[in-house]
């Protein structure tokens, strides 16, 4: 699992059967501390997730699979929580109320 | 799954079985702003885009299961067209496919 | 999947036995315009491509989705070989020019 930040939303129109009535999130990868860490991918959301929110994602298929309860999905990049804090060797280095 | 755009097409008529009349497709990944981000590559398509189309495609084993036939060394294709991505931030982008 | 060029073969006599009965290609790495990208794949040939061939190679556990390559350690397999290519309308390459 990836910590990212939602930076926008993803409108698609046409798309396989499996993502259909999706909400698709575009997501920035971030390190605990929030620094930007690797390319902007596509997340389905699970959770409610908005623009600006630190969220938990899962980057594998059966895993997604599981969660979606998508047997045959073809999925990969799915939300599947909130983060409300960051703890780093006894330091809080992300903290979702002071943010 | 990332953003990409389509950049070409291309032609392959052996492959491997279970492939046939599969469209195979060039594509640049793009990053959160539409900028081109890393090497292009090659993608199957499960939907019908065309040069030109901002699409999103899913990498790794799950590329294979977006086909009919989903046992084939497959490592990218593309699952959907993207008509809008909305930002939140000053860069801001739209497109609406034509 | 990446675009290469079929310019060798790999024969081991000492390797795992998983790994017998394969035929080894050396791919060099082309990129969209057909040019050398500098690097090179050893990888499983699922199609019966020689020497010259302009073959797509699929990496990671995809490759592993073949007959041959089901349950072996193999981590890039030949999936297509390419007649040609087009960018933006223009031909790039096509198999019968480049002989």
């Known amino acids: 699992m990836i910590l990212a930040e939602v930076i926008g939303t993803v409108v698609s129109p046409v798309q396989i059967p499996v993502l259909d009535g999706r909400k698709l999130l575009l997501l920035k990868p971030v390190s605990p501390s929030g620094a930007p860490a690797g390319q902007a991918r596509i997340g389905i959301d699970t959770i409610g997730a908005g623009m600006g929110d630190r969220v938990l994602v899962i980057q594998e298929g059966n895993s997604s699979r599981q969660i979606l309860q998508e047997p045959q999905g073809a999925v990969k990049t799915v939300i599947v929580g909130f983060v409300d804090e960051v703890e780093m060797g006894g330091e809080i280095v992300y903290d979702h109320a002071n943010s | 799954m990332f953003l990409a755009r389509v950049t070409g097409r291309l032609v392959a008529t052996i492959s491997y079985p279970g492939l046939d009349g599969v469209p195979l497709q060039w594509i640049q990944p793009l990053d959160e702003d539409g900028q081109p981000c890393g090497p292009q590559l090659v993608a199957c398509a499960a939907i019908s885009s065309g040069p030109g189309d901002l699409v999103h495609y899913v990498d790794g084993r799950e590329a294979a299961v977006a086909l009919e036939e989903t046992y084939v060394p497959v490592d990218a294709t593309i699952i959907g067209y993207v008509e809008q991505v909305q930002r939140a931030d000053a860069t801001a982008w739209v497109e609406v496919q034509p | ?99």
Do not use: F
């Not at chain 3, 080894?24 to 010259?52: F, R, T, W």
């Not at chain 3, 556990?61 to 040609?84: E, F, H, K, N, Y």
């Open chain 3, 1 to 99: 999947m990446m675009i290469s060029k079929v310019v060798g073969s790999v024969v081991a006599t000492q390797k795992d036995e998983k790994l017998e009965n394969l035929k080894l290609l050396v791919l060099e790495v082309h990129d969209q315009n057909g040019k050398a990208a500098g690097s090179y794949v050893v990888a499983v040939d699922s199609v019966g491509a020689g020497l010259g061939d302009m073959v797509l190679y699929a990496t990671g556990s995809s490759a592993r989705q073949t007959t041959l390559t089901d349950g072996r350690p193999c981590d890039a397999v030949t999936m297509a070989i390419v007649d040609s290519w087009d960018l933006g309308g223009d031909n790039v390459y096509e198999k019968w020019k480049d002989v």
